[in-house]
């Protein structure tokens, strides 16, 4: 796609939430002004506890991305390889991996719509069908000086959401959405510097590693490794809960992903030794 379809797009996108009514964001929810009035509420997980602990081999020290995958697996990608790595949860182990590229910096990885999609640093996404030799790479052609870092999918508009850690506007972040069916990339959520500090979030420390969407809720949930916190904003772009991550449990968190039921597994990078991923329990 070329980089001025992007432009315009963003630019659509952003003259319908600048109008004084109602608008409908990207995901069909009601919005007004780009603002919504959910309250915070406290984060559904106990972040502190987790149920389980996955020590990952050393081809997983430095995990960059999570995503769920089958019953009781895991899909992990690290930041210099591009390969998709299995982890079974039963088995404790990587079960199988499947290479889809060169040396490059790879921050997401994402299970939709009977492919592998990872991430690289400047937008590119690849595609894949699990252990295919044809791999496919798609140029996101994002603004100039943007890095990205986490993936998700959201199963009820059948797109994939960028995260944003990194871009040349000092006040804003963003969320860029890649639309399966379509093929289009456009901006689907930004997030100003006064919404997150009116929640009490550091904006110069909001810098998503990893991103995830709540299976139920359909809430976003952000996870930085420079501020070590998660930060879940509702579909209207509302924070609705953040937590600050204990820095001697999460060494370096970079992944996150959710199974079907809620269940929440968060990985960190291993800084020296060993990466690990942690679960925690779906909450009622």
């Known amino acids: 796609m070329k980089k001025s379809q992007v432009v315009v797009l963003a630019l ?9 009514k109602k608008s409908k964001d990207d995901t069909g929810n009601q919005a007004v002004n780009g603002e919504a009035t959910a309250e915070k509420q406290p984060l559904a997980y106990d972040l502190t506890t987790p149920t389980r602990r996955f020590t990952l081999p050393p081809d997983l020290e430095e995990i960059s991305g999570l995503s769920y995958y089958k019953d009781n697996q895991l899909l992990c990608v690290q930041d210099e ?6 982890y079974d949860l039963k088995k404790e182990a990587v079960t199988d991996s499947s290479v889809f590229g060169g040396y490059g910096d790879y ?10 999609y990872t991430l690289k640093s400047n937008g590119d996404l690849y595609h894949f069908k699990p252990f295919s030799k044809e791999i496919a790479r798609t140029p996101t052609d994002l603004p100039a000086k943007t890095e990205v870092e986490g993936l998700a999918y959201d199963a009820e508009t059948e797109r994939l959401l960028i995260a944003v850690k990194e871009n040349p506007k000092k006040n804003e972040k963003a969320v860029y959405t890649y639309d399966i069916k379509t ?5 689907g959520l930004t997030i100003k510097d006064d919404l997150l500090t009116q929640a009490g979030v550091p904006f110069n420390k909001f810098k998503p590693s990893g991103l995830a969407v709540h299976p139920k809720t359909g809430d976003l949930y952000f996870l930085t ?7 879940v904003l509702n579909r209207k772009g509302k924070v609705v809960a953040t937590e600050a991550l204990d820095p001697k449990l999460y060494r370096q968190p970079e992944g996150i992903c959710f199974a079907p039921d809620g269940t929440l597994y968060i990985a960190s990078e291993g800084d020296g030794k060993p990466g690990y991923i ?6 009622p």
């Open 12 to 20: 659509l996108c952003f003259l319908g939430a600048c109008t004084g």
């Open 81 to 86: 390889k591009a390969v998709a790595y299995i």
């Open 107 to 116: 921050e997401g990885i994402e299970w939709a719509k009977g492919e592998i």
């Open 183 to 187: 093929k289009v990339v456009y901006k």
């Open 225 to 231: 490794s420079v501020g070590k916190m998660v930060v």
């Open 278 to 283: 942690l679960e925690f329990a779906n909450q």
